[in-house]
């Protein structure tokens, strides 16, 4: 077995994708090691997630720092210093600086609750119910200067129903998120992904599914 990737995860918020990555290093699905969680939010639960499961926590409140680009390195150094190979964004809620992604160059990933390129930005959700999409779902991309522009690398699609709210939307969302982000990690754990241009090729032992999705369905 190859050695462990030594995985970095910045977190803002409640953590339930950094902890489906946690689930899976646990499980041995994910070749890879959690090395540390840097939160900018004091009282984000990832944190309070990742010492429960025995995991180094930082915080780096983002208010501590005038300049953008100095909160940005002072991460990039706490991500150096424990040997980071591969940053996860998991809800996350700062851009990513120049600097910063010039010290990871495609090697920092993210995952977004909308099919982008639709709806980039902030409540995705509610802004697919409000356009009146028929489906919504989520992609893991990598990181690049835009704001959720990077080379996707996995998406997962869910209906929308007739009386979805934004909870019970993100809520159907959530579930695909916690199984494709352990999945794409997993990948880049595996060697099995490359970059040309916009686009990720797959190496890794994948099934074609050219299966269509309707909705609402055909009547027959
Ligand atoms: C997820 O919906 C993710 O797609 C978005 O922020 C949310 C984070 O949720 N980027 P959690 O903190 O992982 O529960």
Redesign the pocket.
């Known amino acids: 077995m190859a050695e462990k990737l030594r995985i970095g995860v910045l977190?803002?918020?409640?953590?339930?994708?950094?902890q489906s990555i946690i689930d899976g290093c646990q499980a041995g699905s994910i070749n890879a090691e959690i090395v540390t969680v840097i939160s900018n939010n004091p009282s984000s639960?990832?944190l309070i997630r990742a010492s429960n499961a025995g995991v180094m926590t930082q915080c780096i409140d983002h208010r501590s720092f005038e300049k953008r680009d100095d909160f940005d390195s002072e991460v990039v150094a706490a991500l150096k210093e424990n040997n980071v190979q591969l940053v996860v964004?998991?809800?996350?809620m700062r851009i990513i600086g120049q600097r910063f992604l010039d010290a990871f160059p495609n090697r920092i990933m993210?995952?977004?609750?909308a099919l982008l390129p639709s709806f980039p930005g902030l409540h995705v959700q509610q802004k697919a119910l409000d356009y009146g999409a028929r489906f919504a779902g989520?992609t893991v991309h990598f990181v690049d200067g835009g704001v959720d522009t990077g080379p996707i690398i996995a998406q997962a699609v869910v209906p929308v129903l007739d009386n979805d709210t934004d909870e019970s939307l993100?809520a159907r969302?959530?579930v695909q998120?916690h199984k494709i982000y352990p999945q794409a990690i997993e990948w880049f754990a595996q060697g099995a992904l490359s970059i040309t241009g916009r686009k990720v090729i797959v190496s890794a032992q994948v099934q074609d599914s050219t299966q269509e999705l309707i909705n609402p369905p055909l009547d027959h």
């Open positions: 977190a803002s918020g409640g953590g339930t994708n950094l639960g990832a964004l998991a809800g996350f993210n995952i977004h609750p989520c993100s969302i959530l998120e």
